[in-house]
Nanobody, 113 residues
């Protein structure tokens, strides 16, 4: 059974930084995505890290967010710098294993202006 447990997030002032963690158990994770969902909006893809180390970022976070992986800890991180009020959302990590999606529990990020 694959489980993703998120940590990090919270309240930060605009311009500040936060780091989200997504620790996996039950399987080695080599592919991970981070998504976010703001109130009243659809969930959107924020960042992706594939098995080869290639990354993708949504235009809205490019240059500010960094996705990375610690293989020894089987954990993926999302470093968020220069946060803006429009980054307010619940953030979710997600992986896909054998065509099944596994989601983290979600963590709130609140950026005050």
């Amino acid at each position: 059974q694959v489980q993703l447990v998120q940590s990090g997030g919270g309240l930060v002032q605009a311009g500040g930084s936060l780091r989200l963690s997504c620790a996996a158990s039950g399987s080695i994770i080599d592919y991970m995505t981070w998504h976010r969902q703001a109130p009243g909006q659809q969930r959107e893809l924020v960042a992706e890290l594939d098995a080869g180390g290639s990354t993708y970022y949504a235009d809205s976070v490019k240059g500010r967010f960094t996705i990375s992986r610690d293989n020894a800890k089987n954990t993926v991180y999302l470093q968020m710098n220069n946060l803006k009020p429009e980054d307010n959302a619940v953030y979710y990590c997600k992986t896909e294993i054998r065509r099944s999606d596994f989601w983290g529990q979600g963590t709130q990020v609140t950026v005050s202006s």
